[in-house]
């Protein structure tokens, strides 16, 4: 029997990400090592490629020791008292964040100082531990809330003029839901007269990716799904896969696999994060037909 292996082609690494390796790579082309504040990317194995490489990861409390040197930033972007921090030190900083976080960096820190001004509030749809949300954080001088689901909104006041914003890296739909449900909060205590901006912030390639990945994996029986650990990204939308299949595995790499999860399937699909590289994907499929031969 012939078994169908495909690859996502959904998956692979967002604009962000790719931008931020390149950044790093064409560097350690000019120089034997490369300081980069924090994991450049969520994934272990390419973390690692990238260390082979030259890449070093530090943390914020050693930005001082690379007084003189280069410190690259990455895709996720950093709140302003890193850069204040950086100049002090004399720190060069190589930023690689995503133009698309940047923007919405400048975004949230406007809508911040007019909701002082209007004595409104700022609300923020994301992970409150994400790099993203730390970074964002720290450009709001007023009334910010992070906001993880529907639940986390019972805490918020509707009788205020508000501006919704969402992390870049969550999923169009579920940003949808939880403004419908504050919507619903606003006409339910009949507070509808203050102004609400509902803005679209949530990056394209990203936005839909949920959906994308549900189609994908129409009529297929097995997904194994590729991706660090810690990637916020990857365990989310394992958790929408394996809804669609009758068996889901989670991996890091190709040595996590086991013959027996393919056996009596016709129908395997291969999928990741957005954090995930394509050859990481490939080296799956590789090992896959290995242990199917």
């Not at 272990?44 to 030259?54: A, D, I, Q, T």
């Not at 990637?231 to 013959?259: C, M």
Request: charged content about 25%; some cysteine; overall charge positive.
């Amino acid at each position: 029997m012939k078994i169908d292996i495909q690859i996502d082609p959904g998956a692979g690494l967002c604009f962000g990400v790719q931008r931020a390796i390149q950044m790093a790579e064409e560097l350690l082309k000019k120089q034997d090592s490369l300081a980069c504040l924090g994991d450049l990317i969520h994934n272990e194995e390419e973390v690692n490629r990238l260390k082979s490489k030259g890449l070093q990861v530090v943390s914020h409390c050693k930005i001082v020791e690379q007084s003189g040197k280069k410190l690259l930033l990455r895709a996720h972007g950093e709140p302003p008292s890193t850069f204040r921090i950086a100049e002090n030190y004399d720190v060069e900083l190589i930023d690689a964040t995503c133009p698309i976080v940047s923007r919405l960096q400048k975004k949230v820190a406007k809508a911040c100082e007019q909701m002082m001004v209007q004595k409104g509030q700022v609300i923020l749809f994301g992970d409150i531990n994400h790099a993203e949300i730390i970074a964002l954080k720290g450009f709001c001088k007023g009334e910010l809330h992070i906001v993880r689901d529907i639940s986390d909104l019972e805490k918020l006041n509707p009788a205020k003029p508000t501006i919704f914003f969402s992390q870049t890296t969550k999923y169009k739909s579920d940003y949808l839901k939880v403004v419908k449900a504050y919507r619903q909060m606003r006409k339910k205590g009949e507070y509808t007269e203050y102004p609400l901006k509902v803005v679209s912030s949530v990056c394209k390639q990203i936005a839909k990716r949920d959906l994308q990945l549900i189609d994908f994996l129409q009529n297929k029986d097995v997904l194994v799904f590729v991706s660090g650990k810690e990637s916020s990204n990857g365990n989310n939308l394992f958790r929408v896969g394996a809804k669609q299949v009758k068996k889901a595995y989670f991996i890091s790499n190709s040595n996590e696999l086991k013959a027996d999860w393919f056996m009596s399937v016709k129908n395997i699909a291969i999928s990741g994060a957005t954090s995930t590289p394509l050859w990481l994907l490939k080296k799956t499929y590789s090992r896959i037909e290995e242990l199917l031969s």
